[in-house]
């Protein structure tokens, strides 16, 4: 395969090609990941719809899934008819030299068409194959299918979630997607570590079951610890108090009491130092027995002044407090634009969107925005081009329904 034009040549992971058929969240997350890092990072898509993704259509930018566009950015795209041996061929003859594929079907699904693990390393002993399920590929639930949401409920997410006596709730966010996501891109970088050194190829997997249970690294402590099972604490942290979000006159806010240097702090701003010797509330195993005198009591004296001015407070005292943004404004706030955690980018259909920035900063290789999400089937004659294929060879594809082509054939975008 010749090298493209388009991909970014300057991140730390330029010359990485990854072939991405996953589709949605968490592999799509990964692939995004490796992308604004100067990956070369090819979306495989099939040629009735797209990825899921691109059909969740509120909201939609100028006809365009704003959802799709946040995951998809710096990738090229092709659509391909994988029930098709021809599809398979163009999909095979990609992987010959890739160094990553990344799928997220169920068990068995990848062997069925052929392009299972054991396969595709007798043609590339280098490649690492990524797979995100809901279960993992071994164990007695390897063959099910999950979901982010079934995956909070099995893991115990759900359990503590919410307020105490209140029904299991799910994180506001699919936290077990994006988790997976980002253990998905972990796993692949060390696997690439171990190419560079032997040229060795590996199989890479992990789950939402996974990315869910590794959420729970202090409620496992505590059941470990104790055999018993935590439940919801609302917004108050399983270990430490106070360390919550308070009502004042005006907003919620949050306080970390996480030390006792804090803590003295806190009792200081509230204008009762006396609390710091107080035998309930002196040390953080006295404060958490007795939160139920505690937290009221400081509610009390935090409901008679603004969010704004206990913050003012609070910041001079050195203690760490912040309000409770809405999305919004986390969004639109300074210190997020200073971290450069928007990104703004023109989509030749959406126009102008904005989409969540590279969380790592690098300072020798940072991360690169060169272009929106694909269009469904927008670099397929580019990539055909590269692996070699003729002018008559790729019409014949679009012509035969193997290949989408968003400029020469009507395609959801």
């Known amino acids: 395969m010749t090298e493209s034009t388009s991909p970014n040549k300057t991140g730390a992971l330029s010359g990485m090609r ?33 990825d899921d993704a691109r059909q969740y259509r509120d909201p939609l930018i100028n006809g365009v ?24 061929e163009v999909l095979m003859r990609l992987l010959k030299d890739a160094d990553v594929i990344t799928e997220n079907y169920r068990k068995g699904t990848m062997e069925k068409l052929g392009l299972g693990y054991e396969t595709l390393r007798q043609t590339n002993p280098g490649l690492i194959y990524c797979a995100v399920s809901g279960y993992g590929k071994t164990g007695p639930f390897a ?15 759900m359990a503590i ?30 696997a690439y570590q171990h190419k560079q050194k032997t040229g060795e190829g590996q199989m890479v997997e992990t789950s939402l079951l996974e990315a869910s249970l590794q959420q729970l690294y202090w409620h496992a402590a505590i059941y470990f610890g104790t055999g018993e099972s935590p439940g919801p604490t609302g917004s108050a942290h399983v270990l430490t108090s106070p360390y919550q979000a308070f009502p004042t006159a005006t907003e919620w806010i949050i306080i970390g009491g996480a030390n006792e240097k804090n803590w003295t702090r806190i009792a200081q701003v509230l204008g009762h130092p006396e609390w710091c010797d107080d035998p309930r509330y002196a040390k953080n195993a006295q404060r ?50 200073a971290r450069e955690m928007v990104v703004e980018q023109t989509h030749p259909q959406a126009g102008p969107t904005r989409t969540i920035g590279m969380p790592v900063k690098f300072s020798a290789t940072p991360a690169q925005y060169h272009r929106a999400a694909p269009r469904l089937g927008e670099d397929s004659v580019q990539i055909l081009n590269e692996l070699g294929y003729s002018a008559s060879d790729i019409d014949a594809m679009i012509d035969d329904g193997i290949v989408g082509d968003v400029e020469r054939q009507t395609v959801d975008h």
């Open 18 to 50: 990854v072939i991405e058929l996953s589709q949605i969240m968490a592999g799509p997350t990964c692939g995004m990941m490796l992308a604004d890092l100067g990956a070369d990072v090819i979306k495989v898509e099939k040629l009735e719809g797209g």
């Open 65 to 88: 899934s704003a959802p799709f566009l946040m995951l998809n950015r710096n990738k090229r795209a092709i659509a391909l008819n994988l029930k098709s041996d021809k599809g398979r």
């Open 143 to 157: 063959d099910k299918g999950g979901f982010d949401l079934i995956a909070q409920g099995f893991s115990g997410l």
């Open 161 to 190: 979630t919410g307020e105490p006596g209140g029904p299991p709730l799910r994180t506001g966010n699919s936290v077990a997607d994006i988790n997976a996501g980002l253990l998905a891109a972990f796993g692949v970088l060390a």
């Open 288 to 337: 958490m027995a007795n939160r139920d005198t505690l937290i009221p009591a400081m509610t009390e004296i935090l409901s008679k002044r603004s969010a704004a001015d206990w913050l003012v407070d609070f910041d001079n005292a050195g203690v760490p407090a912040g309000p409770v943004h809405s999305v919004g404004e986390a969004l639109s706030h300074p210190q997020t634009l």
